[in-house]
Each structure stands twice: as structure tokens, then as C-alpha cells.
Nanobody, 126 residues
Framework: QVQLVESGGGLVQAGGSLRLSCAASGSTFNRYAVGWFRQAPGKEREFVAAISWSASIYYADSVKGRFTISRDNAKNTVYLQANSLKPEDTAVYYC????????????????????WGQGTQVTASS
């Protein structure tokens, strides 16, 4: 069982930056992939970024070049550095964790993830 807690959300002006954190409980964090997803009002939840157990990294096209995902296994934490924020980035951001599997995984598919955090609000005002 893994518990995830997001933090770091807030209100920024367009062009600003935030660093989101996803802190996980448990001693086997390095065997989990972690993904960030977001959900804007009235929209479906969508993939943002993911980092696998082997530190492979994936981004949605909409955030490439602006967002950076990283992990610190010693701190059981995954970060999402969000730069050059746009009003369309406004959403509740969720982190999710998936335990290691030998099989090929589509990390952008939210159905692959086993555990979810409660979310943190990010608002970029124009």
C-alpha cells in the first residue's frame, strides 16, 4: 500500500512557475513509476508527465519544454517543475503510482496506476 500526498500548488500569473511535489509513504518507492495527471473544470483528466522505476521520462506534448519531472528516491518524492505556466494549465494536479511490472506499460494511461493522491490546485491567471 502506498499513500501519496501532493503539495506545491497555488495561484500564479501566466508565465510564472510552480514546483509540485508528490510525497509517498512506504519503503519500496524506487519500484514505483509515478505519473502526474490533471483535470480542469468540465474536462476529462489528462496525462501530464511520468517517470518510471528506471527513471525513463514521458511528457504530454502540451507541456514538453515547459514542465520537468524528476524523482528523489531517498526522499520518496517526485517533483513536477512547471514553468511558463499558461491559463490552460489551470487544473487540479494529481500524482499516481504504479508498482513495477515486467510487462510493457503505457505510462500515459491513467488506468495503469494503482494509487492516487488527493490533488493540488494549480491556477495560472492571465
Amino acid at each position: 500500500q502506498v499513500q501519496l500526498v501532493e503539495s506545491g500548488g497555488g495561484l500564479v500569473q501566466a508565465g510564472g512557475s510552480l514546483r509540485l511535489s508528490c510525497a509517498a509513504s512506504g519503503s519500496t518507492f524506487n519500484r514505483y513509476a509515478v505519473g502526474w495527471f490533471r483535470q480542469a473544470p468540465g474536462k476529462e483528466r489528462e496525462f501530464v508527465a511520468a517517470i518510471s522505476w528506471s527513471a525513463s521520462i514521458y511528457y504530454a506534448d502540451s507541456v514538453k519544454g515547459r514542465f520537468t519531472i524528476s524523482r528523489d528516491n531517498a526522499k520518496n518524492t517526485v517533483y513536477l517543475q512547471a514553468n511558463s505556466l499558461k491559463p490552460e494549465d489551470t487544473a487540479v494536479y494529481y500524482c499516481a503510482a504504479k508498482f513495477y511490472t515486467y510487462y510493457r506499460t503505457n505510462f500515459s494511461d491513467q488506468r495503469q496506476y494503482d494509487y492516487w493522491g488527493q490533488g493540488t490546485q494549480v491556477t495560472a491567471s492571465s
